[in-house]
C-alpha cells in the first residue's frame, strides 16, 4: 500500500469509499473519526457510479486515493428476482470496471457480499471454501461479482457478511421497531437460521487492520456477530431489549411468502478472520444492544 506523509510527520491512506449513502457506506462514516490514519473519501452514487469508468477516473484525477472500499450494490434481494439486468449490472459489471480501473492505477478493493451465496442445505456454519449455491438472483449476482474479483490482478479481499443491522438505512432491527409502534403482534419466519451482522463492527475492523500487509492475505472472509439465531428469536430479543409492548410469534417461510428464495440455514463461520487478526468478534446480542442504543 502506498501512503501519504502527512505534515505531523504520521502517514496517512486515501481510501475511496464507494455507495457511502447505503447503510455499510454510513457504518463506515460513523467510525471513521475513530482512524485518522485514513483519509476516507466517501461518496454517492450520483458522485462515483462504479458502473462508468469516466466517474472513477475523474474523482482520481483530484485525489488519487490507493484503493476502494466498495459499499456499492444492488441489495433489493425481492426486486432482483425483477430486474435480474440492473442486478448483473452494478453487482458484477460495476465490479469489473472497479478491477479494470484498480489494475490500470494499482489499487486495492476491498468489497462485501453475502451468506446468501449458499443453498443453506447444510447445518454446520458456513466457511469461506464450502461450496457456493445461490438460491435467488440477487445472490447469483453477488457470487458473480466475487468470482471475478477473486481472479484480478490487484491487491483484493471479499468480506462475506450476513442479515445486516445498524443504525442507519433500513434493516431488520429498524423494521421490527416501526412495526412494534403499530402492532400488538408481529408474526416472524421461524425456520431461517442466520448470524446478524452489525456493519459497525464490521466497519471497525476493516478499519483497524487494513494497513497490514496481511491484511490481503485471502480473498475471501467470512464477518458476522457470534452465535446464530432465527428471525423469530432475533425480533423477539430486539422487542426484549428495547423494552417494546408488543408479541413477536413464530410463522414459518411457507406462511411468509416472499418473491425471492433465501436459505434455510446461513450462518457464517468467522473463525477464519478471527485467527487471521487475532480479534474477537462480539456476540450479535452484545452487537444488538449497541445498536439499539443508538437508535432509541
Ligand atoms: N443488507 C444486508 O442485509 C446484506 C447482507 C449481506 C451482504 N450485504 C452486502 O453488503 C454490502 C452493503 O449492503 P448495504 O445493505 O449497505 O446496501 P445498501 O444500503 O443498498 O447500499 C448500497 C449503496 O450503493 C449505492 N449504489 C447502487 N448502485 C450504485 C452504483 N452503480 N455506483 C455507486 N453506488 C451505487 C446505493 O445507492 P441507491 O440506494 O441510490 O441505489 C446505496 O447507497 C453489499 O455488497 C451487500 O450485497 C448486505
Known sequence: MRFFLITNGTFMSR??????????????????????????????????????????????????????????????????????????????????????????????????????????NKRIPFKEEHSKNPLNCYAQSKLAGEKILSRANCSHTTFRISWLFCPFGSNFVKTILKLSNKNEEIKVVNDQIGSPTFGIDLARTVLDNITQPKFFHFDCYHFANKGEVSWFEFAKKIIEISRRNCSIKPCSTSEYKTIAVRPKYSTLDSTKIENHFSLHIPDWENALTRCLKDII
Open 15 to 120: 481510501i475511496l469509499v464507494t455507495g457511502s449513502y447505503g447503510q455499510l457506506g454510513k457504518c463506515f462514516q460513523a467510525v471513521a473519526k475513530e482512524f485518522p490514519k485514513h483519509n476516507l473519501l466517501f461518496t454517492s452514487k450520483q458522485k462515483v457510479d462504479i458502473t462508468k469508468s469516466k466517474s472513477l477516473e475523474k474523482i482520481y484525477n483530484k485525489y488519487s486515493f490507493e484503493g476502494i472500499i466498495n459499499c456499492a450494490a444492488y441489495s433489493k434481494v425481492d426486486k432482483a428476482e425483477i430486474e435480474i439486468e440492473k442486478a448483473y449490472e452494478i453487482n458484477e459489471q460495476g465490479i469489473q470496471t472497479l478491477i479494470s480501473f484498480a489494475e490500470m492505477k494499482n489499487l486495492f478493493i476491498v468489497h462485501f457480499s453475502t451468506d446468501y451465496v449458499f443453498d443453506g
